[in-house]
């Protein structure tokens, strides 16, 4: 989106607006911020599944970049959409962080529980890491 774009918006000047190029930056943004809740997800649940699993290796660091993916996504779902979008693709983000564990621990992904052991508002408050 232009620098035009943007303050003819702030000056109330649809009219001169190019909507079509506005609706595809506003799409691409939301398909950014939607990969990004997505990836976030993946991560943290990656690194509590591993902090369940393997109790022997927790490390002040790893509680560390537990509570920076918990800060992270609580910062993008202050969106009302982004946390209806979170709760959507929590499934899916379990399912890909439960191979990237077993990847990153060497256990089988049957090691871990076949569904998602966290909601997403107890994901986000802790406890753990």
Same mark, same amino acid.
């Given at each position: 989106?232009? @620098?035009?774009?943007?303050?003819? $918006? $702030?000056?109330?000047?649809?009219?001169?607006?190019?909507?079509? =190029?506005?609706? %595809?930056?506003?799409?691409?943004? $939301?398909?950014?911020?939607?990969? %990004?809740?997505?990836?976030?997800?993946?991560?943290?649940?990656? =690194?509590?599944?591993? /902090?369940?699993? *393997? #109790?022997?290796?927790?490390?002040?660091?790893?509680?560390?970049?537990?509570?920076?993916?918990?800060?992270?996504?609580?910062? *993008?779902?202050?969106?009302?959409? *982004?946390?209806?979008?979170?709760?959507?693709?929590?499934?899916?983000?379990?399912?890909?962080?439960?191979?990237?564990?077993?990847?990153?621990?060497?256990?089988? #992904?049957?090691? @871990?529980?076949?569904?998602?052991? /966290?909601?997403?508002?107890?994901?986000?408050?802790?406890?753990?890491?």
């Amino acid at each position: 989106m232009s @620098f035009k774009t943007s303050s003819l $918006a $702030a000056a109330g000047r649809r009219d001169e607006l190019d909507l079509l =190029h506005l609706s %595809e930056y506003l799409n691409d943004m $939301a398909q950014r911020d939607r990969r %990004e809740v997505k990836n976030r997800l993946v991560k943290l649940l990656s =690194h509590l599944l591993r /902090w369940d699993h *393997l #109790p022997g290796r927790r490390t002040g660091l790893w509680r560390s970049k537990i509570r920076m993916q918990r800060w992270q996504l609580r910062d *993008l779902l202050e969106s009302a959409t *982004l946390y209806r979008h979170a709760g959507a693709v929590l499934a899916d983000a379990y399912a890909a962080a439960r191979q990237e564990a077993a990847a990153q621990t060497g256990l089988p #992904p049957d090691a @871990f529980p076949a569904a998602c052991p /966290w909601g997403l508002d107890g994901l986000l408050a802790g406890p753990g890491g």
